[in-house]
Nanobody, 115 residues
């Protein structure tokens, strides 16, 4: 089983930056894909960015050019660097990890972007 703990959320003005972190209890090198999802009030959870064990990444069109995903397997940590934040980026951001063909979720961290 994998425990995931997100951190780094908060309140920021439009145009600002935040860096989210997701610490995994399992060795980062043994985890397959890791990803960030977000869920805004009244909306479905959506994929924001994904990175596999080889370092290949995917970024959703809605955040492309503003967000970047990375992982440090030595520190068992996933990151999401968010720049040029917009009010529509306001959501709870969740970390997800695939380990031995099972998916695991963190508890989420709130990101609020004020206009």
């Amino acid at each position: 089983q994998v425990q995931l703990v997100e951190s780094g959320g908060g309140l920021v003005q439009a145009g600002g930056s935040l860096r989210l972190s997701c610490a995994a209890s399992e060795s980062g090198g043994s985890i397959d894909a890791m990803s960030w999802y977000r869920q805004a009030p009244g909306k479905q959870r959506e994929l924001v960015a994904l990175i596999n064990s080889a370092g290949t990444s995917y970024i959703a069109d809605s955040v492309k050019g503003r967000f970047a995903i990375s992982r440090d397997n030595a520190k068992n940590t996933l990151y999401l660097q968010m720049n040029a934040l917009k009010p529509e980026d306001t959501a709870v951001y969740y970390c997800n990890a695939i380990f031995r063909a099972r998916g695991y979720w963190g508890q989420g961290t709130q990101v609020t972007v004020s206009s």
